[in-house]
């Protein structure tokens, strides 16, 4: 695997590609941390960005990255280096949309994915709690396989607590809330 480490973004941290993050936020201020992890990727010779959530939210999304990103918003999405893919309920039918696309990117020659997505629970029509732990499983064998960062976000207090007690025993191999690294280190090998 590689050794690379890219900029989170919204900090002087770094992580090694291959890592999954999940970044907990309960305000619109960490939505921009976030978002500052795609931004920080769109100036980066052969990185592919990826904003993967509701798609009641990509306006939104949007406008926090031009708040970040100082060039053209617009004509890096027309140039294919920003890919805004809204949520599908059928997971099987995801995923079959997913993984080729990634593996195609990669076969295109992005030496590097970052991927940020967003689920908010409180959202009419979000999916449900299966959905995600097969979303997150499917995550980590992807991340393990290509040369991509995925960070995804939970709103809090919005996220089913069972989740957010899963996650405290170790489920992710890197945990944020808010901007504060709290637990985890990406495993060697994991997939």
């Known amino acids: ?28 201020g960490t939505v921009r941390q976030g978002t500052a992890f795609i931004s ?15 798609e009641r939210r990509h306006p939104e ?27 599908i309920q059928d997971f099987q039918l995801m995923a079959e949309f997913m993984i080729p696309a990634l593996r195609q990117a990669a076969a295109l020659g992005y030496q590097r994915i970052r991927a940020l997505g967003l689920v ?5 029509g979000s999916p449900p709690v299966g959905w995600l732990k097969q979303c997150e499983s499917l995550v980590r064998r992807t991340v393990a396989e290509l040369p991509m960062v995925a960070v995804c ?17 170790g489920t992710e ?19």
Request: aromatic fraction near 10%; charge should be negative.
């Open 1 to 28: 695997m590689s050794e690379e480490e890219i900029p989170v973004g919204w900090s002087e941290q770094r992580l090694p590609l291959h890592s999954y993050v999940a970044f907990y936020f309960s305000d619109q």
């Open 40 to 54: 920080t990727g769109l100036d980066e010779p052969g990185t592919l960005c990826l904003l993967f959530g509701d």
């Open 61 to 87: 999304l949007l406008e926090e990255l031009r708040k970040s990103y100082d060039g053209d918003l617009e004509a890096v999405m027309a140039s294919g280096k920003l890919l805004l893919v809204g949520l």
């Open 120 to 124: 908010n629970w409180a959202w009419e």
């Open 153 to 169: 976000m939970y709103q809090l207090p919005g996220l089913a607590s069972q989740l957010v007690l899963e996650s405290g025993l």
């Open 173 to 191: 191999p890197v945990v944020f809330v808010h901007d504060q690294l709290i637990s985890g280190t990406p495993p060697e090998g994991e997939g």
